[in-house]
């Protein structure tokens, strides 16, 4: 399922959707997705370092996005770059997620959860000046959120994040269009990295 049981189902949806694709790190015939080699510890990126800290809001080899993270359990918190080709793309990729077309400014609403806002200061270091808070309107979807760093394009994308994060939709038509447009690999990091960050936020300290 394209869902939050597994990040893995969009690469194998993509696979059976446009087998001529070649994702990296594809599992191997009868191998589990999580078996490719690993880097030395000394090589691998600060985050992945750090990744069960669940403390370093920047991102790294994600072109376009500026931070990615998940406080309250379940709302990402998102920064994008603006006039990048991910930014541009962001408005029809909501319509497509909630099913419906024209106006994706008219789907969601500015909000305020408090213990999201006080967990991106104490944790990410963003002011609640500094970050805008959205969630969707309508359809009993209401509990959906999502914050974006740098500005609204950014929370809307953080939205459509937490949207197929709660659903167990393949989004078949979202994949096509992202392949389509040559985002698609793009976007995969995006959702692996914030379902990790999702675990990492809701595994017990040690």
């Known amino acids: 399922a394209f869902g939050p049981q597994s990040p893995w189902g969009l690469r194998r949806h993509m ?7 070649k994702l990296p790190g594809a599992r191997p015939p009868g191998g589990h997705p999580r078996s490719r080699s690993r880097r030395p510890h000394s090589q691998r990126l600060p985050l992945e370092r750090s990744r069960s800290r669940s403390s370093q809001p920047f991102v790294h080899a ?8 998940v406080v309250a359990g379940d709302v990402p918190v998102v920064g ?7 930014y541009e793309s962001v408005p029809w990729m909501l319509e497509i997620v909630l099913r419906v077309s024209g106006g994706a400014e008219s789907l969601y609403e500015q909000c305020v959860d408090k213990a999201a806002i006080v967990e ?7 002011k609640a000046s500094e970050v805008c808070m959205v969630r969707v309107k309508f359809g009993g979807k209401e509990h959906m959120c999502g914050i974006g760093t740098t500005g609204e394009r950014s929370a809307m994308l953080a939205l459509v994040l937490a ?8 989004q078949a038509e979202l994949v096509a269009r992202l392949a389509a ?9 995006i959702l692996e990295r914030v379902f990790e960050q ?9």
Not at 198 to 206: F, G, I, K, L, N
């Open 62 to 69: 994600i072109p376009g996005v500026s931070c990615l993270n």
């Open 163 to 170: 949207i197929i994060l709660s659903s167990d939709d393949e």
């Open 181 to 189: 447009d040559r985002l698609h690999f793009q976007f995969l990091s």
């Open 15 to 21: 696979f059976k959707a446009s087998p001529e694709l």
């Open 80 to 86: 994008i770059e603006t006039g990048s080709r991910l």
């Open 120 to 126: 991106c200061e104490a944790r990410l270091g963003f």
């Open 198 to 206: 999702r675990e990492d936020t809701r595994a017990p300290a040690v």
